[in-house]
């Protein structure tokens, strides 16, 4: 089943205090993305400069960019200027030396994995061009990553359990044949059905399932 990517600021209340927050400490912009899974976010935000975001996605950097490596295989935070000092392949060190030219020149990385999705992480990017991120900084964004990633997870995201039990539904498998797919009950399914609802906005398991596939 397709998933949808959609932009975290339609989902957080008030997000452009938030995003004044960060702007402040990323002044060359930041990346928030929300449950990656083969290095697609199902929900995110980006305010890098379009020049390199453009330049990032054509020339398909994320596969050797030793910044996005680090967040979908670590948790915590780092500066670039200490993952950059492991990043030994000449291809990687490119990749840094072109962000440069575009104000990305100091940076900090956090992530975390999340414990409710299959292989899903999350990450947040902030850039400057003029200095390293400070400690205090770094504790400041850690907070405000995590604020965002919880609202996330409860307003947005399906988790295996719901995201299994729409795609049976969608295949035309009954409440009680999905419950013994899945070795359930059938109302452990029900429930499973309904909250996934809510979360896709839909107003019945049809429409749920018709939004999933979009």
């Known amino acids: 089943m397709a998933r949808r990517t959609v932009m975290i600021r339609d989902y957080i209340p008030h997000f452009n205090e938030i995003d004044d927050q960060l702007r ?3 002044t060359t912009g930041y990346v928030l993305a929300v449950n990656i899974r083969y290095l697609r976010p199902e929900v995110i935000e980006v305010t890098y400069p379009a020049t390199w975001w ?12 030793p910044i996005a490596i680090w967040c979908v295989s670590s948790e915590g935070s780092n500066r ?3 993952i950059g000092r492991d990043a030994t392949f000449s291809l ?3 990749v840094m030396k072109r962000a440069k030219k575009h104000g990305l020149n100091f940076g900090m990385s956090l992530a975390c994995k999340n414990p409710e999705f299959t292989d899903g992480w999350s990450f947040l990017s902030v850039a400057r061009p ?9 504790e400041e964004l850690w907070t405000t990553f995590v604020k965002c990633t919880k609202i996330i997870k409860e307003t947005v995201l399906l988790k295996k359990s719901e995201l299994l039990s729409l795609e049976l539904a969608a295949q035309g498998f009954t409440q009680k044949e999905i419950a013994r797919e899945m070795g359930k009950s059938p109302a452990y399914v029900k429930l499973q059905l309904a909250s996934a609802t809510r979360t ?15």
Do not use: C, F, P
């Open 24 to 26: 402040t400490i990323g």
């Open 54 to 65: 453009e330049e990032y996605r054509k020339r398909m950097y994320v596969s050797v960019d």
């Open 80 to 82: 670039w200027t200490d």
């Open 92 to 94: 990687n060190n490119i």
């Open 130 to 138: 003029d200095r390293e991120v400070t400690d205090a900084e770094g």
């Open 200 to 214: 896709l906005r839909g107003t019945s398991t049809t429409h749920a399932i018709a939004i999933a596939q979009q």
